[in-house]
C-alpha cells in the first residue's frame, strides 16, 4: 500500500519509486488525498534530486492516467505539435489547418500567455464569437468537420499535472527538467495522439537562453514520449528574433491570415512546412520529411489550410467568412505609432524576452492571472535581424490604448533594438533535429 509519506522518503534519500507508488502519488494529486504540504515536498525532491528516465516516463504516464484520455476512431493519424514557448510564434494557427488538409487530425491542446511569450488560445480569443472550452461532444464535432481543434484543456484532462503545476508556481520549482517533461506530456498524451513534434526554442525570445539546455530538455521530451508510446521529434529551433513580424493576439492573428492567402513568405511558412514535414513522414501521411513539408507548403499555398482554418474558426463560434474578411473581424488599437531608427546601420541584436514584456505591459498579456487581455494591441513590423535601416526608417509599429502606454512601449523598444554599424551573424532558423 502506497503513501505519500513513503514516496517523498524515497526521493530524498535519491531513489526512484516505482510506477505504482508515482501512479497512487498523481491519482492523490488529481483527487485532493495528497496533501498541498505533500505535493510541495514531492515537487521540491524532485527538483533536487531527479527521476532519472525510468521514473521521468513513469511520472508521465501516471499524470496523464490521472483524468481522461481521448480515443479517436478516424480514417487518419492523429498528429499534434508543442512549442516551449516564444514571441510571435503563432505556427500553431498555420501548422494545424495545414496539417488537416494533408488529412492528419489534429486535437491541439493549447495553453495562454505565460510571462513574456503569448498564448495561442489568447490568439484565437481575438476572432469575435470563438470559443476555446469546448466540451468533449463540441470537440469531436470540431474534429469532424474542419480536422483540427485548438482548444484549451477541460479539468478531466491530466488533473494531477493542474494540481501539482499550481504548487511548483509557489514553491519555486518550476524548473525542474523531470517536472516540465511529465508536465508537457502529461496533456499532450492525454490527447491520445499517434505522432507528436516538439518546437524546443533557443534565444533571446525564449525560456531557454542556452543551447545546451535546449537539447537537454528535447532528449528528456523525445525519450519520455517515445517510451510512453507516442512516435516523436524535436526540432531546436531559434527565438534570438521574433519568428513572425508581429507580437500581440489580433495582429499575430492577422499575421497568420497573410500566410494562410498565401501572400507572405518567410519564417512562420518554412518552421511549420519544418514541423508539419516531421509529423506527415512519422504519422504515414509522408515518404519522407522533405515530401511531408513540400505537402504543407501546397496545402498553405493553394488555400486548403486557409479553408480548414476558416471551417475551424466556425465550428469553434466564429464569423462564418472569417478567412475572406479577416480585417472586418479584427479588433484595432486606438493609438498607433511607428518607431524609427535614430541612425543608419544594421538590426544587430533583438532582446525578444523586452519585445515581449513590453506587449504585456500594453495590456497584451497577463501580469497575474486575473488581468484582461486588450486584443489589439502590441507590436507589428518588427524588422528581423540583419535587416540595413537609414535614420528614419520605421523599426516596428506600436499599437496601444492610450498614448502613455505608447511612450512607455516606444521606451522598451528602442532599449530591446539595436541598431549597430556591423551587420550580424543570423541563425539558422532550425538549428538541431532530436529523435
Same mark, same amino acid.
Given at each position: 500500500?502506497?503513501?505519500a509519506?513513503?514516496?517523498?522518503?524515497?526521493?530524498?534519500? #535519491?531513489?526512484?519509486?516505482?510506477?505504482?507508488?508515482?501512479?497512487?502519488?498523481?491519482?492523490?494529486?488529481?483527487? +485532493?488525498?495528497?496533501? /498541498?504540504?505533500?505535493a510541495?515536498?514531492?515537487?521540491?525532491?524532485?527538483?533536487?534530486?531527479?527521476?532519472?528516465d525510468?521514473?521521468?516516463?513513469?511520472?508521465?504516464?501516471?499524470?496523464?492516467?490521472s483524468?481522461?484520455v481521448?480515443?479517436?476512431?478516424?480514417?487518419?493519424? &492523429?498528429?499534434?505539435k508543442?512549442?516551449?514557448?516564444?514571441v510571435?510564434?503563432?505556427?500553431?494557427?498555420?501548422?494545424?489547418?495545414?496539417?488537416?488538409?494533408?488529412?492528419?487530425?489534429?486535437?491541439?491542446?493549447? !495553453?495562454r500567455?505565460?510571462?513574456?511569450?503569448g498564448?495561442?488560445?489568447?490568439?484565437? @480569443?481575438a476572432?469575435?464569437?470563438?470559443?476555446?472550452q469546448?466540451?468533449?461532444?463540441?470537440?469531436?464535432?470540431?474534429?469532424?468537420?474542419?480536422?483540427?481543434?485548438?482548444?484549451?484543456?477541460?479539468?478531466?484532462?491530466?488533473?494531477?499535472?493542474?494540481?501539482?503545476?499550481?504548487?511548483?508556481d $509557489?514553491?519555486?520549482?518550476?524548473?525542474?527538467?523531470?517536472?516540465?517533461?511529465a508536465?508537457?506530456?502529461?496533456?499532450?498524451l492525454?490527447a491520445?495522439?499517434?505522432?507528436?513534434?516538439? /518546437?524546443?526554442?533557443v534565444?533571446?525570445?525564449?525560456?531557454?537562453?542556452?543551447?545546451? @539546455?535546449? #537539447?537537454?530538455? *528535447? @532528449?528528456?521530451? &523525445?525519450?519520455?514520449?517515445?517510451?510512453?508510446g507516442?512516435?516523436?521529434?524535436a526540432?531546436?529551433?531559434?527565438?534570438?528574433?521574433?519568428?513572425?513580424?508581429?507580437?500581440?493576439?489580433?495582429?499575430?492573428?492577422?499575421? $497568420?491570415? =497573410?500566410?494562410?492567402?498565401?501572400?507572405?513568405?518567410?519564417?512562420?511558412?518554412?518552421?511549420?512546412?519544418?514541423?508539419?514535414? &516531421?509529423?506527415?513522414?512519422?504519422?504515414?501521411?509522408?515518404? @519522407?520529411?522533405?515530401?511531408?513539408?513540400?505537402a504543407?507548403? *501546397?496545402a498553405?499555398?493553394d488555400?486548403?489550410?486557409?479553408e #480548414?482554418?476558416?471551417?475551424?474558426?466556425?465550428?469553434?463560434?466564429?464569423?462564418?467568412?472569417?478567412?475572406?474578411?479577416?480585417? #472586418?473581424?479584427?479588433?484595432?488599437?486606438?493609438?498607433?505609432?511607428?518607431i524609427? *531608427?535614430?541612425?543608419? !546601420?544594421?538590426?544587430?541584436?533583438?532582446?525578444?524576452?523586452?519585445?515581449?514584456?513590453?506587449?504585456?505591459?500594453l495590456?497584451?498579456?497577463?501580469?497575474?492571472?486575473?488581468?484582461?487581455?486588450?486584443?489589439?494591441?502590441?507590436?507589428? /513590423?518588427?524588422?528581423?535581424?540583419?535587416?540595413?535601416?537609414?535614420?528614419?526608417q520605421?523599426?516596428?509599429?506600436v499599437?496601444?490604448? =492610450?498614448?502613455?502606454d505608447?511612450?512607455?512601449?516606444?521606451?522598451? &523598444?528602442?532599449?530591446?533594438?539595436?541598431? !549597430?554599424?556591423? *551587420?550580424?551573424?543570423?541563425?539558422?532558423?532550425?538549428?538541431?533535429?532530436? +529523435?
Amino acid at each position: 500500500m502506497s503513501d505519500a509519506r513513503s514516496i517523498i522518503a524515497k526521493l530524498r534519500q #535519491r531513489q526512484t519509486p516505482s510506477r505504482d507508488e508515482l501512479a497512487w502519488f498523481a491519482q492523490g494529486l488529481a483527487d +485532493g488525498s495528497v496533501t /498541498d504540504a505533500q505535493a510541495g515536498a514531492f515537487a521540491m525532491a524532485v527538483c533536487l534530486n531527479g527521476l532519472g528516465d525510468v521514473g521521468r516516463v513513469a511520472l508521465t504516464i501516471a499524470m496523464r492516467d490521472s483524468g481522461q484520455v481521448l480515443d479517436w476512431d478516424v480514417d487518419g493519424p &492523429v498528429l499534434d505539435k508543442h512549442s516551449t514557448g516564444g514571441v510571435g510564434d503563432c505556427v500553431s494557427l498555420v501548422l494545424a489547418p495545414a496539417l488537416a488538409a494533408c488529412g492528419a487530425y489534429v486535437p491541439m491542446i493549447s !495553453g495562454r500567455g505565460l510571462g513574456h511569450t503569448g498564448g495561442t488560445l489568447d490568439k484565437l @480569443d481575438a476572432i469575435p464569437g470563438v470559443s476555446t472550452q469546448l466540451s468533449e461532444r463540441r470537440l469531436r464535432d470540431v474534429m469532424a468537420r474542419a480536422g483540427c481543434a485548438i482548444v484549451g484543456a477541460t479539468a478531466t484532462v491530466a488533473p494531477a499535472d493542474k494540481r501539482l503545476y499550481a504548487i511548483r508556481d $509557489v514553491t519555486a520549482t518550476v524548473e525542474s527538467m523531470d517536472l516540465i517533461t511529465a508536465s508537457i506530456l502529461s496533456k499532450k498524451l492525454a490527447a491520445g495522439l499517434d505522432g507528436l513534434v516538439l /518546437d524546443v526554442k533557443v534565444g533571446s525570445g525564449a525560456f531557454m537562453k542556452d543551447a545546451s @539546455d535546449a #537539447r537537454a530538455l *528535447a @532528449d528528456a521530451l &523525445v525519450k519520455t514520449a517515445n517510451a510512453a508510446g507516442c512516435k516523436t521529434t524535436a526540432l531546436i529551433t531559434d527565438m534570438s528574433q521574433p519568428l513572425a513580424p508581429a507580437l500581440g493576439n489580433a495582429l499575430e492573428v492577422a499575421e $497568420v491570415m =497573410r500566410v494562410l492567402s498565401g501572400t507572405v513568405q518567410g519564417p512562420l511558412v518554412e518552421i511549420s512546412a519544418a514541423l508539419g514535414g &516531421v509529423l506527415l513522414a512519422n504519422g504515414g501521411l509522408a515518404k @519522407d520529411v522533405q515530401s511531408g513539408a513540400d505537402a504543407i507548403v *501546397a496545402a498553405i499555398a493553394d488555400g486548403r489550410a486557409a479553408e #480548414r482554418f476558416g471551417m475551424m474558426i466556425t465550428a469553434m463560434g466564429g464569423p462564418m467568412q472569417f478567412t475572406e474578411n479577416w480585417s #472586418r473581424f479584427l479588433p484595432e488599437a486606438t493609438v498607433i505609432r511607428e518607431i524609427t *531608427a535614430r541612425g543608419p !546601420g544594421y538590426v544587430s541584436a533583438i532582446d525578444g524576452e523586452a519585445l515581449g514584456l513590453a506587449v504585456v505591459d500594453l495590456g497584451g498579456g497577463r501580469k497575474v492571472e486575473s488581468d484582461v487581455i486588450n486584443p489589439a494591441v502590441g507590436l507589428s /513590423d518588427v524588422l528581423r535581424l540583419g535587416t540595413k535601416v537609414a535614420k528614419g526608417q520605421p523599426l516596428c509599429v506600436v499599437h496601444a490604448a =492610450r498614448f502613455a502606454d505608447a511612450d512607455r512601449a516606444e521606451a522598451a &523598444v528602442r532599449a530591446a533594438i539595436t541598431v !549597430g554599424a556591423q *551587420a550580424p551573424a543570423v541563425p539558422e532558423l532550425i538549428a538541431e533535429r532530436v +529523435g
